[in-house]
Nanobody, 115 residues
């Protein structure tokens, strides 16, 4: 059974920073595109950023130039660095692993940006 384990969410003031972490098995991490998605209350889940197994990245326009996705192949971990957070970044953030028609999700981690 594929498991994606997320951590790093929390409550932060506007302008603050958080770093999200997602780990999974080596067999998944080494061949799948890893990504972060988010879902705000009352809204659909949306793409935040993805990174391929050879580290090509893609970002949603809303976070491009502000968030950074990266991966550590030695630790089977994908990161999402989130500086300059805004209240509209508040959501549950989900880690995803995707390859062809296979798609796996983590349980989600809450990010709340509020003063």
């Amino acid at each position: 059974q594929v498991q994606l384990v997320e951590s790093g969410g929390g409550l932060v003031q506007p302008g603050g920073s958080l770093r999200l972490y997602c780990t999974t098995s080596r067999s998944i991490f080494s061949t799948y595109t890893m990504g972060w998605y988010r879902q705000a209350p009352g809204k659909q889940r949306e793409l935040v950023a993805t990174i391929t197994s050879d580290s090509n990245t893609n970002y949603a326009d809303s976070v491009k130039g502000r968030f950074t996705i990266s991966r550590d192949n030695a630790k089977n971990t994908v990161y999402l660095q989130m500086p300059s957070l805004k209240p509209e970044d508040t959501a549950v953030y989900y880690c995803n692993a995707q390859r062809w028609f296979y798609s796996y999700w983590g349980q989600g981690t809450q990010v709340t940006v509020s003063s």
